[in-house]
Every structure is written in structure tokens, then in C-alpha cells.
């Protein structure tokens, strides 16, 4: 496993629609996107940070989306598909998995923003490329997979007055 030092380079990737449904159903709160970048990044080179995020038609979404970029954030924004069943689809695991490849060759750390279990085998490939992978979630609803496929899991719930509003 690779050490943390100053001159490392990351790239931080928050899957924002898992950490929004985490945060939401077990504290009824926010994610604290400003403490979430500033854990990430942990004094180390900051190479690139992108948030993931769903267009619903929202009317508060488009100053999240503003907040997002104020705090540093570049934002990478899909709208949500309806089909004509009446469900919803969205989601970035696709476009999260391949802007981690193409940063890899780039950077020494990915740390990847989610609990989603989809994200195991993105891990071990990263690694397998000598590339440090940090996952940053919620253990009440991270996938023990994820967890085992990083390098190293920060539980958000750990420090709640860190990464929730």
C-alpha cells in the first residue's frame, strides 16, 4: 500500500447521489461537501475533484450544483431518464468508473466518495495499476466489498460533524 505524503497527487470522486441517499434515510441530513473535499484531499496535491450529480428538476438543485463548484467541485450533471413505465433511472457508475482509469495514469491517489459495492472492481484495478484508492463512505450502508477492495475506508459516520449539515 502506498503511504500518504504531501506530494501526493488525488483525485476525488463523489458519487453525490449515494451519499445523498445515505445521509438522507439514516440522518435526515446533508453531506458537507466542503469538509468532505478538504478530508479527501488530506494536505496532499489536489490534482482533480468531481461530483456526479442527477438533474430531477429540483428547484434548489441548480444552487447545489453552484455550491459544488464554489467549494471546488467540477460538476459532471445527467438528467434522470423516465421510461414509460413510470420508473426513474440515474446514475454515474459507468462515467465515475472511466474518469478513474483516465486520471490514473495521473495521479497516485483516487479517492472515490460512495459506498456503492459496484465500485469493487474499479478499486482493484486502480491498485493493480500502482494507484492508491481511498474509499469514503458510510458503514452503515457501504458494501463490505467496497471496503475490502480499497486501500483505506473513512466512515463518514464516524465524524458526523465533519461531513453532515
Known sequence: MTEIHPDQRVAVLADSQNLYHSAQSVYSQNIDYSGLLEEAVNDRALVRAIAYV?????????????????????TKIKDIKTFADGSKKADWDLGMSLDAVSLA?????????TGDGDFARLCSHLRHEGVRVEAMG????AADELIEAADEFVDLAER??????
Open 54 to 74: 442527477i438533474r430531477a428538476d429540483s428547484p434548489e438543485e441548480e444552487s447545489f450544483f453552484e455550491a459544488l463548484r464554489d467549494i471546488g467541485f467540477e
Open 105 to 113: 495514469s495521473h495521479v497516485d491517489t483516487v479517492v472515490l466518495c
Open 138 to 141: 458510510f458503514s452503515n450502508s
Open 160 to 165: 458526523e460533524e465533519t461531513f453532515l449539515l
